[in-house]
């Protein structure tokens, strides 16, 4: 495998490099032409995608558009105080200015007054660089990451049973497994080019048993042989009794567990109380599926889980990662071709960030703060007297630590805590109360923006060289294609200049040893240790980065940047010697542990953090969106992409419904103990009566108003007590009518680099009404679709504001005024069109015009229609397209009702055969026209 480029010009040419997005980690081929991103492929040779991409891998140029990048940091800004605004700033000033109040914060608080809050998006070699400055330069372990919330429940599963984070299994098993147990994971949505696998895998060998185990019915729920929908939080019980189930059959391998465990008594006892019945009124589910899910589990040859934030989001993550774990050594399922744990990444470098250490609670390349001997390896190749010996602040910990004062300056880099942080009203008076707060961003229009006392411009995908490591320890090459806008650059080189800065300025007693000169010798004996070849740049790091493997579990010294040029992708382990990586690890059963055994954990289930209860009888879990990408800060500007979901939409069963008076599309009020929102509920039997389900992207941009954050307003913070990890996956809520007598819809046409603008100019008088929502709408013809929602009709000069903005104005402009009803339209048709509208007034009224946005966004012509568009009445239904009629096919923009209609009639469709990411959903819409033939069932 080579990256060369047709054209070596940049910006020119192809470059191979690896998706931004999930742990999947698909090899990308990136086309560029003048400097900008237009097209990408997959890479046909890259091992974890063979040339596939999901929906938003296949769109990810879309993201690089002008348009798009109209919303990029491209300079350095500051402000001097809270209030100002920030004003554009040179990189010397702003990063002297930060190391000037770093320092000087270090010398009168210590080095744990000062923070780092990252990311696992970050490449391996910036994660590096920032842990490194941390723990190396300042002595604080005061840097958490976003993969706090994604991952370090399957950290401490691994740790607490295997003895390392070291996920033995790898993509290959899937096709080698008998049995799939999926725990926790929508990997439909989430991972869609590994479910192509494994609906491959299925077709190839039909007899493969699938359980899903997912409260929702899920589109991997659909496709199982056996779905557990269990309440929210109950999988230890469910384990536990799979285990009993597994012993009272006599399925467990106790040669294995003799051979090869320690510790199988403390839970053998546990499980023995956990009968299939007892589990069955716990978890919600029948207790003869428990039995089977054993069975299929203990029975099957090779039986691989896969499992995702369903596990590690919990105050019980680290034991449902680890009981789970325990069914694998109880049952010898590990460390042979089909069999194993497999935790999911959520981000693309989660393994990354990982392996460097890049979390508050280890030490690089798998090591540990509290180990003397492991602090001493690390104060050696770092040329560090401070390596701290405690964990530092973790994610929920270090915004508590802000808001009280005792972290006094925070950095934060490649993520958006103000949207993606649980307990959202609390995040946001914490970065209020900061003493200063820098924002190491690509993009200038996040959540946390607002609150960055200095913003720093940042490269992003397709801008800088790296490396990643996916899901099955496989380190790929992320390379550069196009130039960064403005003076954006990368994360790593800004953590750099920023420690050179900071230790010319640090002073005793907090810096002795490191003065400048012995910093330049020191990195002068980095070098000489770790072969580098002087100076800082992402291969002198990740050179630096392997050698701190050396003789770890991890252990990478026998891989270089040349080989991942050469021969591509590679797992570790790779020592010195070996001419390739571990595919999967401990087939010799020894293990990273003392005595070499893998350990049981013995732990009962806990029921979730927060119970419901008569006041918050509901369980709300939350999820992930086809072709959304967690904060939206990439996504969510690109219109095309909300073709599949277009707005928010808080899911529950129509009885649940029905029970509190609320109809299908009704905006509702959600509360939570921490605060509430308003939101359009949608009847949606895949949940189960009892709970609600909210996608978890949906931040302030598209839920707002003046009490509302986004969907974590309403989350828990409550942690798990080893991982602290928090419980984002459940919360107690209650929803009722939204009694907001005043509603508007609108939306207008938009050029797509006017969009950004536009939105960012909607979303800032926000906080004068009780909720708004602005999205970027229609697929022909960009545009915005806006909501709005209050207790009383706004004041004049706000829906004058508005109309301005949505261009609502001209002779051409049709009006319409009720004063008397408070009904007033407004509607712009150019060249046959719709082009904008505005509908505001009582909420039936603005019901009852919703068909005009369809039409708007389907770009359908209006002259069939045009006595409607002031008229009170609809247009005779068969006219009126159904706002609920998804994109489900992306790449050939086919709806759920145009795909039942062809299906209906027996046309060869297109949907399915590109990217294949609306596969799950065209199969259950054929299933639906199958057993209802005679009637469109989108
Ligand atoms: Fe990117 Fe999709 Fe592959 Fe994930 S599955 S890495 S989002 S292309």
Known sequence: MSSSSPDPRPGQGETRTTCCYCGTGCGVIVRSEGGRVVGVRGDPDHPSNR????????????TMSPGAMAARARHPEMRAARGEIRRRASWDEALDFVAARFADTIARHGPDSVAFYVSGQLLTEDYYAFNRL??????????????????????????????????????????????????????????????????????????????????????????????????????????????????????????????????????????????????????????????????????????????????????????????????????????RPGAGPLSLTGQPNAMGGREVGGLATTLAAHRDL????????????????????????????????????????????????????????????????????????????????????????????????????????????????VPPPGEARPDWSIACDFERRLLHRLTPPHSPPLVPHVLFAALARREERVGGSGGESPQHLWNEHRESTRGRDLDITGLSYEMLERDGPQQWPFPTGATAGAVRLYADGRFHTPSGRARFFAENYKPVAEPVDARYPLRLITGRLRDQWHGMSRTGRIATLFGHVPEPRLAMNASDLARRGLADGELVRVESRRGGLYVIAQADESVRSGQAYLPMHWGKRFLGGRSSAGVNTLTVPATDPISRQP??????????????????????????????????????????????????????????LVRAANEGAPDAAWMTALDGLLGLAGSDLLRYDDPRRGHARRVLVRDGRLTA?????????????????????????????????????????????????????????????????????????????????????????AERVASNPGKMVA
């Open 727 to 784: 419980e984002l996956k459940h919360a107690a809520v209650r929803v009722g009518p939204a009694n907001l007598s005043w509603r508007l819809v609108a939306f207008a046409e938009a050029d797509e680099a006017a969009i950004g603008a536009m939105v960012a100019a909607l979303l800032a008088a926000q906080d004068e009404i009780a909720f708004l929502s602005v999205v970027p709408a229609g697929r022909e013809r960009p545009g915005v």
């Open 51 to 62: 040339g596939r991409l999901c929906s938003k891998g296949t769109t990810l140029p879309l």
């Open 370 to 481: 509290a180990n003397e001997e492991h602090r001493a390896e690390m104060a050696f190749l770092w040329n560090s007297d401070r390596i701290p010996s405690k964990p530092g602040l973790t994610a929920v910990e270090l915004f508590e630590a802000v808001a009280a004062g005792r972290v006094k300056c925070l950095w934060i880099a490649c993520t958006n805590p103000a949207q993606s942080l649980p307990n959202l009203p609390a995040v946001r008076a914490a970065l209020e109360a900061a003493e200063l707060v820098v924002l190491q961003e690509a993009y200038a229009d996040t959540e946390t923006a607002p609150f960055a006392d200095v913003l720093l411009p940042a490269a992003s995908w397709a801008e800088k060289e790296g490396t990643v490591t996916n899901s099955e320890r496989r380190i790929s090459r992320v390379r550069a294609a």
């Open 134 to 335: 941390a723990k190396g330069t300042i002595g604080t372990a005061n840097i958490d990451t976003n993969s706090r919330l994604c991952m370090s429940s399957a950290v401490s599963g691994y740790v607490k049973t295997l003895g390392v984070d070291a996920p033995p299994a790898c993509y290959d098993d899937i096709e080698q497994a008998d049995c799939l147990f999926i725990a926790g994971s929508n990997a439909a949505f989430a991972h869609p080019v590994l479910f192509r696998r494994i609906e491959a895998a299925r077709q190839a060998r039909p007899e493969m048993k699938i359980v899903v185990v997912d409260p929702r019915r899920t589109e991997t729920a659909c496709f199982a042989d056996l779905h557990l929908a269990i309440l929210p939080g109950t999988d230890v019980a469910l384990f536990h009794a799979m285990l009993h189930v597994m012993l009272w059959d006599g399925l467990v391998d106790e040669a294995y567990i003799a051979a090869h465990t320690e510790g199988f008594e403390a839970i053998r006892d546990i499980a023995r109380e956990w009968s299939p019945k007892a589990a069955a009124e716990v978890c919600g589910v029948r207790a003869d599926d428990i039995v089977t899910a054993a069975r299929w589990f203990a029975g099957s040859k090779a039986t691989l889980s896969l499992y995702c934030q369903g596990l590690n989001q919990s105050t019980s993550g680290t034991a449902k990662n680890a009981t789970l774990i325990g069914l694998h050594l109880a049952t010898g399922q590990i460390g």
């Open 837 to 925: 509208g505005r509908i505001s007034g009582a909420a039936e009224v603005v019901a009852d015009a919703e068909w005009l946005r369809d039409w708007m966004l389907a770009g359908e012509p209006v002259a069939d229609v045009r006595r409607f568009l002031l008229a009170p009445q609809r247009p005779p239904d068969k006219r009126v397209r159904s706002g609920s009629d998804p994109v489900v096919c992306n790449c050939f923009g086919m709806t759920a009702s145009r795909i039942a209609e062809g299906l209906a009639r027996g046309e060869k469709l297109e949907c399915g055969t590109n990217c294949g990411s609306c596969l799950p959903e065209v199969r259950a819409i």
